[in-house]
């Protein structure tokens, strides 16, 4: 696509750097349809099918920001880069965790419509070399009458090229979304929309047990912690039945119930 060639239809890819075994239990989260492939050492790519901006006439921007968002503050530390178009700009975003996402425009001419600064904090957020590849990415905020908005994302891919990233072909920034899904498909990509609720449960769970309170879900220390509470549920238990004191049985019962409930959470998840 050079500078003359008319707009594409919106589109966006998210890029994700994690392995696909990773990034497949918060994107199931998000109820799209997407197709997941392997991009390269490190890396994963989402094909989204786009009905929110296809069908709803929401902005393409906007609906991809919010799923990188989502995938970044359910992800366990790795960010998520989304590069988008529609037929008047095209422009990258990054979600990093909790903090603000990072974003840069790109008039459909190429002119670029974002401040430098961002640029800066993407490369640094990304973990990019603050030297050598920030001087790589300065060009695609400058001026450039031969470079329209399409070229300006597939020299951002280029320089991420340097970190691992290698989109499968045929899955370039600024192609129609159907081609895109085609050739994630010739790709082997992976169907997400098809793996049905059992597997969107079972991500749920994957996702809370990669966060803070996964070692108190399984594991040994949660089966430990589950075995104290057993040990101290029981006899309170008993305690109380004798004394016929409804609080303490009420406490023995509750701390029984958590530790039976963990030991059997910890075995079911193990199978």
Same mark, same amino acid.
């Given at each position: 696509?050079? $500078? #003359?060639?008319?707009?594409?239809?919106?589109?966006?890819?998210?890029?994700?750097? $994690? %392995?696909? #075994?990773?990034?497949?239990?918060?994107?199931?989260l +998000?109820?799209?349809r +997407?197709?997941?492939?392997?991009?390269? $050492?490190?890396?994963?790519?989402?094909?989204?099918e786009?009905?929110?901006?296809? %069908?709803?006439?929401?902005?393409?921007?906007?609906?991809?920001?919010?799923? $990188?968002?989502?995938?970044?503050?359910?992800?366990?530390?790795w960010?998520?880069?989304?590069?988008?178009?529609?037929?008047?700009?095209?422009?990258?975003?990054?979600?990093?965790?909790?903090?603000?996402? @990072?974003?840069?425009?790109?008039?459909?001419?190429?002119?670029?419509?974002?401040?430098?600064e961002?640029?800066?904090?993407f490369?640094?957020?990304?973990?990019?070399?603050?030297?050598?590849? @920030?001087?790589?990415? %300065?060009?695609?905020?400058?001026?450039?009458?031969?470079a329209?908005?399409?070229?300006?994302?597939?020299?951002? @891919?280029?320089?991420?090229?340097?970190?691992?990233?290698?989109?499968?072909?045929?899955?370039?920034?600024?192609?129609?979304?159907?081609?895109?899904?085609?050739?994630?498909?010739?790709?082997?990509?992976?169907?997400?929309?098809? +793996?049905?609720?059992?597997?969107?449960?079972?991500?749920?769970?994957?996702?809370?047990?990669?966060?803070?309170?996964?070692?108190?879900?399984?594991?040994?220390?949660?089966?430990?912690?589950?075995?104290?509470?057993?040990?101290?549920?029981?006899?309170?238990?008993?305690?109380?039945i004798?004394?016929?004191?409804?609080?303490?049985?009420?406490?023995?019962?509750?701390?029984?119930?958590?530790?039976?409930?963990?030991?059997?959470?910890?075995?079911?998840?193990?199978?």
């Open positions: 696509m050079n $500078a #003359t060639s008319g707009p594409s239809p919106a589109g966006a890819l998210l890029l994700c750097r $994690a %392995e696909p #075994t990773a990034v497949r239990p918060p994107a199931l +998000l109820r799209e +997407l197709l997941l492939a392997p991009a390269g $050492a490190g890396w994963s790519v989402l094909v989204p786009g009905r929110p901006w296809q %069908e709803d006439g929401e902005p393409v921007e906007r609906v991809v920001t919010g799923w $990188a968002t989502a995938l970044a503050v359910s992800a366990a530390g960010p998520v880069l989304a590069l988008w178009w529609d037929t008047g700009r095209a422009g990258l975003t990054l979600a990093s965790g909790f903090r603000r996402p @990072v974003g840069y425009t790109w008039l459909t001419d190429g002119t670029p419509a974002g401040e430098d961002a640029v800066r904090t490369a640094e957020r990304l973990g990019l070399d603050p030297v050598l590849d @920030v001087q790589a990415l %300065e060009p695609l905020t400058r001026p450039d009458p031969e329209d908005a399409a070229t300006r994302l597939l020299g951002l @891919v280029a320089v991420l090229a340097r970190t691992g990233l290698d989109l499968p072909p045929g899955i370039d920034p600024g192609t129609a979304p159907g081609r895109l899904r085609e050739a994630a498909l010739d790709a082997d990509a992976e169907q997400l929309d098809r +793996l049905g609720w059992k597997a969107t449960v079972r991500a749920e769970l994957d996702v809370v047990e990669e966060g803070p309170l996964g070692p108190y879900l399984r594991g040994p220390r949660a089966r430990l912690l589950s075995g104290v509470q057993l040990a101290a549920g029981v006899p309170l238990l008993l305690w109380g004798g004394r016929r004191s409804g609080g303490w049985s009420a406490a023995g019962a509750l701390l029984v119930a958590h530790g039976a409930l963990g030991l059997a959470y910890d075995r079911l998840r193990a199978s």
